[in-house]
């Protein structure tokens, strides 16, 4: 017979109670502190960002009754540095809220807007009024690859992570319990309860390690290093290239034909704006090929509800020195750049957007 | 939701504190564990959790009226009982097999049955409360156990989400004394269950997700592409993987557990060490071995029946049920045939080797020699390992093929076992299993004397290394098909 069970209770002395309170105590302490300089130490060699989410911008727009809206995936964020040289030309009046939906499509978009802004934007006190009359201008940030969803049928999969709220994912789980894809909601909370953490917001990415290594032990850049750069490259221009054939999800261009409907009536003037490339990623393949096909499907889209499109793939000064190492992202200066040029420019109508605004 | 899961990183700090921080009475204590097991049950499924209830107080209103019953009437509330219990098992996990096996079956002698095929959703942890509930009437029916008054209690003992899931498999004659009186924290239980639980999360999250992720599933899921030491190396890492997964999770429950006052039976007693198969059954999912060898088998060869005496039978037949109980496939029913024979094996060997030892006492010396330890190591380990390849394999058909490839095979492709995390988890392992070694007897005791800050630091030093190297999201766990 094997006897398996070991119910033996711990020992209980009231005596011994408060010293071993004091010892858990101490165990506990020297743990998180333990953590804690490890977790600041390893964020000085490998320092981490946090970036802002829809939830962020969201409580922002609550808050700031903006006069432009921009949406986009994680490229609206250029817009926080439009926001700083506009807030300053115009003293403030002009006033610019951007919610970045990371990896987002746009059916995403919608999702978002649908969800997450109309119910601000929408808002009435009392006695009617909108609760946050200022806003003018809409401007949609998108590029060709927002119009190609991984599969038709399944749902934008970074949702969860990026628009949610506690009702979404409990709704969700009510449904369907939990599922690779609602988890992704419960991974970002998780992420966001400790934005001071680097080892947390590392979590998954895996940079710590070689960032450390890279400290304590700099060393120039291997061939095989260069070559895998290379092939990044590469394969970057060749997405490019091939996203011509798979431009035509109807789901997607449903999502912006509705983004457009719902800003549209809503008497909000509507802006499209194709975000930069980094230009030597551009191929001719590319400019005979996605670029031009997308632009024109989304211009039909632009003229049948009014909306201004402009597009900035490669017709800015940006170079490709002001690029991130993901060949995606433009750095600060780059931005601030951006801003300057964009106001002087082509958005240079943001700045009187505000005029009728009290 | 696992334990190992983020979800329960929300989920276990509110229910600990709404459990603590109310009124230190049972009754409230095990009102929120039922509420904290609805929950955790509806994020894998909410209506099934109907059925778990339903089946779980069916299960406690027949015990209660076969209370202060006797004869027929009595055994005929445990047959009832019984039956409701193991049909909701079948219908839910053998529907499909049966019906697929009887299709297959009159195939090969030319009729076309074509039965339609139902595979139903498994309602999560049935295999475990299923037996939990067997267990409880046979422990009434049997007078061992008086019938639980509590619909609460009862409740709450079978569907403690620490251990609905994967166990370890609780009985009623350790549990309900637990949740019939309050639990007050204390500073043990909240270090003990924070340890076990920390230490299993590295075996759950750590070394079975790496080990699985990079060593045991790319080599199952493409074998033919593998070369003949990859094939042993996916074995060997799925032993690895296995172990730590289901210890880890089983620590981790019991640690749980323990965090709400509870103790749970230990499961794992570092199996690897064990130098025979009976010893080997004593130290792997020990709650359900002991539960089949002490509800199956010792009533089978015990009692008044046929099989009375027929300890061989018995082996055979508690382990063709637990290879079923693993699992509705053709490949469990080999697995378990093949640990049936391999009791009977060293059953009859033990019984040869005593008549040995009564002739000359020579032999009695002879097995307490290393070599003999040691052959009976390699034996065992060797054998629990090949009998592996039918468990993970999805067919019989596959085992073969597997099996094959382990000695010739024209693949190429071998895991690179360069890894600082494969030497990583090997560390653990070892440093896991010496601890339980005469050897290394001292690791333990040693750690626990350090000076309480010194332990903080080794802590704290062990949740940085989980937060750098445990996989984004790892923490599935095998256990829970089963």
Redesign the interface.
Known sequence: ????????????SEGR?SL??L??A??????????AI??HVLGIMSPHTVLTEVNDRIAHYRDEDPTVLVLGSSHARTFAVFDDVARRRTNNRVRIVEIPVEWGKLSSYLWTLENRILPLLDERNGDGSLVRPSLREFVLVTEWWDATPPGEGYPPVNLPARSWEWRHFLAD??KH??TPFN?NF??E??RRLFTFST??Q???HGR??PDVVETLHPTPPTAAELADLADRREGWSRVIDEGIDNLDSPREWEALERIFAIMTDRGINVTMLLYPRLPSLISQTALEGTLPVFKERAQRYCDRFDVQLIDWTISTPITDEHFHGDFDHITFEGNSLLANWGLDHDFGFLLDSAEDVE | MSLASVGFAFFLPIVFAIYWLGPKRAGWQNSVLLLANLVFYATWSLELFGLVLASTTLNWALARVMDGRVGRARRALLAAAITADVSVLVVFKYLGFLVDSFNAMMGRVGLDAAVPLVYLILPLGISYTTIIRIGYILDVYHERQPAEASWLRHTVFVTNFAHIMAGPVVRAGAMLTQYASPRRLNPADLSAGATGFLLGYTLNAYVASYIGTWYVDPVFSAHSEYSVVAHWIGLIGYAIQIFADFAGYSLMAIGVGRVFGLALPENFRTPYLSTGMLEFWRRWHISLNAWLFDYLFVPWTTGKSWMRGRIGLGFMAVFLVSGLWHGAAWTFVLWGFLHGVALVVQHRWDLFYKGLCRKDRAWVQRRKRLWYTLAGWAITQAFFLLTLLPFRSPSIGFTFDYLQRMFVAEGTLTPNLLSLNFAFCLAILVAWHLADLPQGAWLRPTFARMPAPMRGIAWGVLVVFLGLFVPLGAGAFIYANF
């Not at chain 1, 017979?1 to 209980?12: Q, S, T, Y």
């Not at chain 1, 101490?26 to 953590?35: E, G, H, P, S």
């Open positions: 017979m094997i006897h398996a069970l070991n119910v033996d209770r711990p020992p209980r109670q071993r309170w010892e858990v101490t165990v506990a302490l020297c743990a998180l502190a333990t953590v490890i977790d789980v009510l319990g939990i988890r419960l991974l909370r998780w080892i947390v590392d979590h998954g710590i390690i």
